[in-house]
């Protein structure tokens, strides 16, 4: 019986789905075990060979865990929500809904198509009203929410009221917008649209104004990475900086948090220090000088030490003070710089290398030495960092030498003496020695002497700065989450809240999305809901007026908690029940791509860290273990037109000639050899094409770069599996090279692992034979061959080195069809080993086998020591340093045995031409030398 791959396959997926062998309860007397893939978003484009990578090492674990007798949730969803939907809609005049479900269908086919162990009774869609019910719900606790700086710790508002009316906020200040300093007295004076305002500046979900980059064309607000020189990186449309109403997460208050709780997590070092520099905490000083128009002009240092060098100060050409503090005769010249700049993202400010600025005519005064110190504006200045201002050290810092050097600015050491060499930072170790104030001192004490004076004078003040801002979490378009907020006189109010008064049915989660026959945007910038009048404007209960909110929530909002929802998906009264949540705990094994380090991992742990807070889980950090997959990068092809022409000449040609290089649909594509007749047919503008060939055949040029429709070099997962077979497939994407390690795709190598698969299926049937499996006893050298597979593949599948488990069943099943190995006590457990990793040919040959239920809830099987351990040692025996032959000893034979079995031996005879050793060198484990 031959592998007849296709068949199987079917008869399996057949079995499981009868047997409902994945699906998995919240109770268990088993220990838990949670594998998650970061979810998809579902395009139109379906999955590519490079996409189901990190899905097959999540597979095989998961499946590996439950053989080892863990209760495994292992489950998939949808990331459904989002622009490229909306987008599509609106090039298409299809509806998101539409389209998102028929892409999800898709997706689900080739999943299933590929053999995932996954409990579709747990399919979470961030679009369903029965999700994104619950992430509105989310959304209230955050609106519903401060942090209190004392307890480190999220804290209902209810609490922040009740300090506010018995002490006012003396001891609580305000992180958002400064509302002063007030007492319980003028607390209880408030009327209700001023008390809402203050606590608008203390919630963990706030409305705010903000300059945000609105694109037209796309009716939304895009982020700082999303425009590239001036215009969407979507579509290259034009982009303007417009000051909006937005919604923000208060995240920089768990920026401590979030830093300190990394070292608890088992992530790559490289990951956890990308949201360490995010984060970017820094200890230092905000001081304060003043204009000599009496402006107060706050800068951020991290080296107050280094005062005396200061030469000039920079300020971001957009903060508040450049219009205020330039003088007239450069205002033309400030306002052209100012409008240039606006044009240009955060992203590419920071990137940029030529520089740029321009003075303000402005000088401000030292606030140590009193020496006038120019101020200029500059690109490399941004206003959300810090505060947005800079004292300049040209001596010791390269960017601002290049700045003092490129404006002819006069540069001085760092303590206020002329300069002229390169800029250089000072070691933190080494002693100043040049300076009457600080002489003598090291960097630390320096720095300490210069605060403590300017403290003394109300000019400086010990300050804690981090990178990190809070995350807009607005978007001016339709397909998103609404938010469950509505305005009465312009004040922002939770539906649920009773205030607004809103009759009960408008009350109650979800506040569910309306059809719109257009994605439009509404007007003065905000999002398409806006034109939705009779769902915008509601009355309530008392025959008022209320505006519902018209944005809508990000992409990430419904995969800031979507782990959580698969614990307990069907659940209608809360977002997860707490046994299930108690039960499930953290997230075992996170796999997923980096793009996602400082974004979607950034506010999953701020959600989870608030809902621990708030008494919702019991664990305050999602993701235990995150392993990042690399990528399975396309292998590109070209063909090479001469130019004016219709003929293509082939690789090793084209030299000869002038040519147009075009890349070609890898689908016509034989390793290189083009099928010049698809190639004809393809597109119209070839159907005439002539060909120069190589030796009667057209050879493409070749190129590695990553898989993209636009590149026709995407390989389709179903077409592979069509022709090799899932198990091929599956066991081929892990035998390419280490999970994180990106690589090309090569369909010529699949053949090897196929091959494979048919050798380890004739352990078990021959195609003559059938059946051939035998009830014979296994030999010590077969066991031994088992044995050590077992033990390789055990550790090498918790190490996530499934490159390697893959080359070590080939040298297994190699040594088993050396020694026409076909008994059952051999193979029995190598079906049970190999099933995490082909489990459509495992699960046959179990049944095959006789055995009960399914491979899938088999035991992985136990190594045993005596067959692993090695008890002789094979010896090179060197004649004069040179080997001349090999023989094999117990490792606890004795040396004076050893030695006659030595000079005993026939080959050894030979090499000794009858002379006798002068010395018998033996070396216990390793070699054996005989000096003549």
């Known amino acids: 019986m031959e592998y007849n791959f296709q068949q199987i396959e079917q008869d399996s997926k057949k079995r499981w789905e009868a047997q409902q062998v994945y699906k998995v309860n919240n109770t268990s007397s088993r220990p838990k075990y949670y594998v998650l893939d970061m979810f998809p978003y579902p395009s139109g484009a379906g999955l590519h060979v490079g996409h189901p990578l990190g899905y097959i090492a999540s597979d095989i674990f998961a499946r590996y865990k439950v053989m080892k007798g863990f209760s495994v949730l292992h489950p998939m969803g949808f990331d459904a929500f989002g622009l490229p939907a909306e987008q599509y809609a609106l090039e298409t005049g299809q509806h998101p809904a539409v389209t998102t ?21 747990r399919e979470v869609n961030t679009s369903d009203p029965q999700y994104y019910k619950w992430t509105q719900w989310i959304f209230l606790q955050l609106f519903k929410s401060w942090f209190n ?51 608008m500046q203390y919630r963990l979900a706030y409305l705010d104004h903000a300059v945000v980059w609105w694109c037209e064309a796309l009716g939304t607000v895009l982020a700082n990475d999303e425009v590239v020189n001036g215009v969407s990186e979507r579509g290259g449309h ?157 001596a010791g810092d390269d960017r601002d030498h290049a700045f003092a050097r490129h404006f002819d600015i006069p540069v001085t050491n760092i303590f206020g003496d002329l300069y002229t060499g390169e800029a250089a930072v000072s070691d933190k170790n080494v002693t100043i020695t040049d300076s009457d104030f600080i002489s003598g001192l090291s960097v630390k ?37 609404p938010f469950p907020i509505a305005y009465k006189d312009n004040v922002p109010y939770a539906i649920d809240e009773e205030a607004l008064n809103l009759p009960e049915p408008m009350r109650r989660l979800p506040l569910e999305l309306p059809h719109v026959e257009h994605y439009k945007p509404g007007p003065e910038g905000e999002g398409p809901l ?98 990042n997959q690399g990528m399975i990068q396309g292998s590109t092809r070209y063909v090479y037109r001469i130019n004016g022409t219709h003929t293509f000449v082939s690789q090793g040609l084209k030299d000869q000639h002038l040519v147009d290089q075009i890349r070609v649909d890898v689908s016509m594509v034989d390793g290189v050899e083009l099928d010049t007749e698809a190639f004809k047919g393809w597109r119209p ?42 198990d091929t497939f599956r066991m081929y994407e892990m035998f390419l090279g280490p999970i994180e390690m990106s690589k090309p795709w090569d369909t010529k190598g699949i053949e090897g692992v196929h091959r494979f698969l048919k050798k380890f299926w004739r352990l078990f049937y021959d195609e003559q034979k059938g059946w051939i499996v035998t009830e014979e006893a296994a030999s010590e050298a077969e066991l031994k061959v088992l044995h050590k597979t077992i033990k390789k593949i055990e550790s090498d599948t918790e190490r996530f080195s499934f490159n390697t488990v893959v080359s070590q069943f080939m040298i297994c099943v190699n ?67 040179k080997p001349r032959t090999e023989l094999e000893f117990a490792l606890d034979a004795e040396e004076a045995f050893i030695r006659a079995e030595v000079l005993a031996n026939e080959a050894v005879q030979k090499w000794l031409e009858g002379k006798e050793p002068k010395k018998f060198i033996y070396v216990k484990g390793r070699m054996i030398n005989v000096v003549v």
């Open 445 to 481: 004490d320096a720095a300490a002497k210069v605060l403590e004076t300017l403290e003394a004078k109300s000019l400086g003040t010990r300050r804690i700065n981090y990178r990190l801002r809070d995350a807009g979490f607005s978007r001016q378009r339709y397909w998103g989450e």
């Open 530 to 627: 806006a034109n939705v009048t009779d769902w915008v404007l509601v009355t309530n209960n008392d025959g008022e007026i209320v505006k519902r909110e018209t944005n809508t929530m990000p992409g990430y909002a419904g995969s800031s908690w979507y782990f959580l929802r698969y614990m307990d998906p069907g659940n209608q009264q809360e977002f997860a029940s707490k046994d299930s949540t108690d039960y499930w705990n953290q997230v075992d094994l996170y796999i997923g791509g980096t793009e996602h380090a400082v974004g979607h991992l950034l506010y999953s742990r701020m959600w989870t860290k608030v809902l621990y807070d708030l008494g919702h889980l019991s664990f305050d950090e999602p993701f235990k273990r995150l392993v």
């Open 685 to 726: 503008e070839y159907a005439n094409a002539e060909f120069i060939l190589e030796n009667g055949k057209y050879i493409c040029g070749s190129e590695t770069e990553k898989m993209s429709k636009s590149k026709y070099n995407v390989v389709n997962p179903d077409d592979i599996v069509a022709q090799y077979g899932a």
């Open 815 to 881: 040594e088993l069809t050396d020694l026409n190995c076909h008994k059952r006590g051999i193979l029995d457990a190598l079906v049970r080993l190999i099933t995490p990793y082909a489990p459509h040919m495992a699960e046959a040959l179990w049944q095959q086998l006789g055995n009960e239920g399914s491979v899938i809830h088999a035991l992985f099987p136990e190594w045993e020591e005596k067959y692993v351990t090695e008890n002789s040692k094979v010896y090179p025996i060197a004649i004069n340093g």
């Open 149 to 199: 700086r004392d307890t480190q710790k999220a804290e209902s508002l209810d609490t922040l009221i009740a300090i506010f009316e018995k002490e006012g906020n003396a001891g609580h200040a305000a992180p958002g917008n400064d509302t002063g300093t007030f007492t319980a007295e003028a607390w209880q004076a408030m009327g209700e649209s001023d008390r809402r305002h203050i606590l």
């Open 238 to 394: 034009p982009v303007e900086r417009k000051k909006m109403r937005q919604w923000f997460l208060r995240i920089t208050e768990y920026a401590d948090r979030l830093i300190d709780s990394l070292d608890k997590l088992e992530w790559s070092e490289a990951m956890k220090e990308m949201q360490r520099n995010w984060i970017g905490r820094s200890e230092g000083a905000e001081l304060s000088f003043t204009t000599t128009g009496g402006q107060k002009i706050a800068v951020f240092t991290t080296r107050p030490d280094t005062i005396f060098g200061v030469d000039f100060l920079v300020l971001a050409p957009e903060h508040e003070l450049v219009s205020a503090i330039t003088t007239p005769e450069h205002q033309a010249e400030v306002t052209q710089y100012v409008t240039y700049v606006k044009s240009r993202s955060e992203r590419e400010r920071m990137a940029e290398k030529k520089i740029s600025g321009c003075f303000t005519g402005a000088y401000c005064l030292h606030p140590l030495s009193g020496r006038k110190i120019p101020v200029w504006i500059s690109e490399y200045v941004l206003a959300g960092y810090g505060t947005g201002a800079i004292m300049a050290v040209p």
């Open 101 to 121: 479900e028929k892409n999800i269908t898709r997706y689900k086919e080739q999943l299933d198509n590929i053999g995932f162990n996954y409990d579709w009774s």
